[in-house]
């Protein structure tokens, strides 16, 4: 067992408001977070990750920023001092079969989080993500249902929802009460409960309220090309900065103010065209209907609402 490291996880699903838990809890003063997020460690770790502009077509195996070294996992950490919770978050950690396993091997104890977004929605939201970045697997988001696509040979769209499978592994690995399992909608509806309950299960001060105005990871289709070129993933501004004065990009990126600004750019700069109730309906009835089944027994709740 490690005592140093990470004493919780974010685990996911993307698309699901795991940003927005991450930046919440990073504000906790008795709480530290990994400065990047996504590392994927316990799920590739020694693996020879591909880098920056060395990426495959199909985004398989683009993961430039994960963390697959032990010793500079551990230098995440190193600054946290003496503070009573330290995490991280990787969605990855979700759906890959090896993470459960790792996780448990590096500290029985963990505490694990998840935050789950009805199945359909989280994909469409996914494919909303991409096509913000110029990266969408299809120009038709109907192609998830060809079994024989991308869209399920890639683990972050279509397989990413297959909740019920993945959280049964960790029951298996886990005692239940090392795992926090929220529903998207407990976010959206009651943010302040589900963050003061997630302070308690990783032991800090329930009491503090962070700061839960700004946006966290919108998606939806560019209006503007030019705002997008400016103020997007992929900036001129920000490539710029970090040519001519590149220790400006991290006091930017440390500055709620400058994050916020920025966010509310992008947002309004994103138009979302709505997913019809006839597909979504399909979807949910070809691919995702078993595993809601599982994972409504697994964690005793209706799932009604979700439209099974």
């Known amino acids: 067992m490690h005592t140093q490291g990470p004493t919780f996880l974010i685990i996911g699903a993307g698309k699901s408001g795991t940003t927005a838990l991450h930046a919440y809890l990073d504000q906790h003063p008795d709480v530290y977070m990994s400065s990047v997020k996504e590392t994927n460690f316990f799920a590739l770790e020694g693996v ?39 995490g991280e978050t990787s969605p990855m950690y979700l759906y890959n079969e090896k993470a459960p396993v790792n996780i448990k091997a590096w500290n029985p104890e963990m505490k694990l989080i998840a935050i789950l977004r009805e199945p359909v929605d989280r994909l469409y939201s996914r494919y909303m993500h991409l096509v913000r970045e110029h990266r969408a697997p299809s120009k038709d988001f109907m192609n998830c249902l060809d079994s024989n696509s991308i869209w399920w040979k890639r683990n972050d769209l279509v397989r990413e929802g297959f909740y019920g499978t993945y959280i049964e592994r960790y029951f298996n690995q886990f005692n239940p009460e090392q795992i926090k ?23 800090v001060d329930a009491d503090f309220i962070p700061d839960t105005e700004r946006q966290h990871n919108v998606s939806g289709k560019i209006k503007n090309p030019v705002v997008d070129a400016l103020f997007g993933q992929r900036s001129i501004l920000k490539r710029a900065i970090r040519s001519l004065a590149p220790g400006l990009v991290e ?35 070809e691919v995702y209907a078993s595993e809601m089944e599982k994972l409504s027994r697994l964690l005793n709740r209706d799932l009604g609402h979700w439209g099974y």
Do not use: C
Request: proline content about 3%.
């Open 251 to 285: 006091k930017l990126r440390s500055s709620e103010g400058a994050q916020k600004m920025v966010q509310n750019i992008r947002s309004k700069n994103l138009e979302k065209a709505p997913l019809s109730p006839e597909d979504r309906r399909r979807i949910q009835e």
């Open 181 to 203: 399992v929220f529903l998207y909608e407990d976010l959206r509806s009651d943010e302040l409960r589900v963050i003061k309950e997630i302070y308690a299960f990783i032991g």
């Open 48 to 86: 020879d990750v591909k880098r920056e502009g060395d990426q495959s077509e199909d985004q398989m195996e683009h993961y430039p920023w994960a963390i697959t070294d032990r010793g500079e996992y551990l230098k995440l950490f190193e600054e946290a001092g003496k503070v009573s919770a330290k």
